[in-house]
């Protein structure tokens, strides 16, 4: 049989506690923030000359000329 077959009170005994010492901020959580919102602004730019593309694409002639 398995030893991880637990039944009865033994599920309901008294637990290890678990201590944290010390959590050290991470940089990484920084620069991964800093990666989405470089994201961010780059695709708001491709849109907005998507967008300007287009509108010079539809509207050029009489825009233009």
């Known amino acids: 049989m398995s030893q991880h077959n637990i039944s009865g009170s033994e599920v309901f005994g008294?637990?290890?506690g678990v201590m944290l010492r010390s959590v050290k901020t991470?940089?990484?959580?920084?620069?991964?923030?800093?990666?989405t919102?470089?994201?961010?602004?780059a695709g708001a730019v491709v849109a907005v000359a998507g967008g300007?593309?287009?509108m010079a694409a539809v509207f050029g002639s009489?825009?233009?000329?």
Do not use: E
Not at 26 to 35: Q, T
């Open 14 to 16: 008294p637990k290890p």
């Open 37 to 41: 919102w470089a994201a961010f602004i």
């Open 62 to 65: 009489t825009l233009f000329g």
């Open 52 to 54: 300007a593309i287009a």
């Open 26 to 35: 991470s940089g990484l959580r920084r620069k991964r923030a800093a990666r």
